[in-house]
């Protein structure tokens, strides 16, 4: 079963199919057919079945559905005073780091994405723990000085998230595009609180998926 998420960018359709782990666009004919389902970005709606089995999406057993974007950061735990996190919660915090990489290496995309969905749904919430996000992740906040996260925010987002959930605090993990160039990005907020960005970074990317 194919898995696609998509937004709109400026005047252009960008795609994220999750079973293939890829992103893409529509040629100009094939993105004014699918305008015409009359299934847009910013439509809350289901849009059902109607794109499946059509154009580029032929064969396909679910029609791809238009991202709802999450609620705008608003502030980024990066720019509040830093916690002293102590060296176990730092080289738990590593462990899990370079334990998220290497699940994203062994595991298809797809599978990961399931598999923190299926945590999330049975996460027990903790208020307590989500009234000190800066404490419960300082270790993160540490291990970001002892290992790069350039080139990695996928593998860093997740281990971060899975935390979170693990801990009973909402996470919400969001994939974001932007085009001229292409990038693709992404992060992890707490209702409108950046955990592990920096509002200037995620504010140039469009969400196209959201967990």
Known sequence: MHRVSYCEVGDRLVFMDVSADRYFCLNSEAEGEFRKLGITAKDEEDPGGQAAGTGPFAGWSEAPRPCIAPAAARQSLLDRPRQASGWAKTWLAVGRLQSARLRLRLQTFADALASFEKAKRRSVPDCAAAGDLAGELAGFLAAMRLLTTRDFCLSHSYAVAR????????????????????????????????????????????PILVL
């Open 163 to 206: 935390f979170m959930i693990e801990r009973g605090i909402d996470a919400t993990l969001i994939f974001g595009v932007r085009l001229g160039p292409f990038a693709a990005h992404c992060w992890v907020q707490h209702g409108d609180c950046l955990l592990n960005d920096r509002l200037d970074t995620v504010r140039i990317f469009t």
